[in-house]
DNA sequence: CCGGCGCGTAAAGAACGCGTCAAAGTCGCC
DNA sequence: GGCGACTTTGACGCGTTCTTTACGCGCCGG
């Protein structure tokens, strides 16, 4: 069963919540305030947070924050009509998704799903492999078809992980240099070149004509399988 | 229920739009100006605005600008004035989608369906596909009916992409160059021209006659399914 | 009926991005 | 201190993409 660590200042918004969400199944924590909620939710890990912005005791992107430090759990923010200043704040504390008071309890067991969904969806998926090689990502391993193993350096794999990670989608060229060389690196993308060029002559069957390590030109690169 | 607020001044038509309305479900509030539209709007949001542009207090745009200034709801436009100006100034000013006076009400519902649909499913849409193609926002790819991968130019995918992400909705030509190319292109309509027949020979089926990338003279572009 | 406007299409040169190679620079380890 | 592995940097050729211009067509208004 999912649980459901919901957390608002509103005495009877919560209840509200709490009698739709356990309506629909979902075994539901409650909290009313930014230090029972991390008191909770490290008591019992919550398989997806709904958090109030406007907590009497902490900022919630402090919360944010706060939950961050030790898991991935997916987060719904709820915030009052107000400014976007505290939305973009909480998303880039990590935040997954949105929701505007007042909002409709349909829309957010919507983005709840959703957001469920994907958590699920991330913790498993350590290893993708394709017709040419293996990415162990646990592990930090690669190996070829045939099984034997391939030696990355460390930029090389990397690299491979992000790439890896986004498996099927388009990585921007800015997000792979973010990632692996630093936000200062941006625009440098001659190193995307140089080790794409690399990472192809050890795992592709030919360098000449890749299969997997796909150039999307003037955007990014893509791992297809 | 779906809730609409009907925005006319002119009473035997607020009274069709109503009963017809009502016929199908809607829940209906009624305004007859400017000024009392925004009201009603604020004591109980709608779901849906359907506005007449010639209201005898206020101008059209500064209506839609008003509802913008704290919510994302559809809003169609009804426009009797054979001019273009208007609707184009409506579309700027955030308006999704438009019918000319006079109208069939099979239209004007279908409007409405397409705009309810896309609030409703508001920021979760990652995936549009269409008789011919589909397009996949988060993963940044584009597939025939038949399965194969379509390469698109970063300026196309680009234009796809916002044209995607209104999915139903008119697009102005103004915001289409604006997305793509920037502020300072605005008047740059061969662009559109050129990379929209770049598109519709990659995508459509007949780009002769395109039954996805549809051209609104005068105005702007819309995809639809 | 004619003219103008907007749209679709095609084609050209210019600009850009990518892959490749080679060499210089950096770091840690023996 | 020297050696090897890894990273950074620069230069070049080639193919692709962007920009710009020109022309023909259809629609609408005069």
Redesign the pocket.
């Known amino acids: 069963m999912t649980r459901v660590l919901a957390v608002d200042d509103d005495p009877s918004l919560r209840r509200a919540l709490a009698i739709n969400l356990r309506a629909r199944q979902y075994e539901v924590d409650l909290a009313e305030d930014g230090a029972s909620a991390l008191a909770a939710a490290a008591r019992r890990p919550p398989d997806v947070v709904v958090l109030d912005l406007g907590l009497p005791d902490m900022d919630g992107s402090d919360v944010i924050r706060g939950l961050r430090g030790w898991t991935q759990v997916p987060i719904v923010v709820l915030s009052a009509r107000a400014g976007q200043g505290d939305k973009v704040d909480a998303l880039d504390a990590g935040a997954d998704d949105y929701v505007t008071k007042p909002f409709g309890m349909d829309e957010l067991l919507a983005r709840l799903r959703a957001a469920v969904r994907r958590g699920i969806a991330g913790e498993e998926a350590p290893v993708v492999d394709t017709a040419s090689f293996t990415v162990d990502l646990a592990a930090k391993e690669v190996r070829t078809a045939s099984g034997e193993h391939v ?1 990355l ?4 794999w990397h690299l491979l992980e992000v790439l890896t990670r986004n498996e099927g989608k388009l990585v921007p ?1 800015r997000q792979l240099l973010q990632e692996v ?1 630093g936000p200062q690196y941006e625009t ?7 080790y ?2 690399q990472l ?1 002559r050890k795992l592709e069957q030919n ?2 004509q890749p299969r997997h390590l796909i ?1 999307e ?3 990014g690169y893509r791992l297809v399988r």
Do not use: F, H, I, K
């Open positions: 030696r350096t460390p930029t090389e060229q060389w440098e993308t001659n190193y995307l070149r140089v794409m060029a192809r360098p000449a150039t030109p003037g955007m």
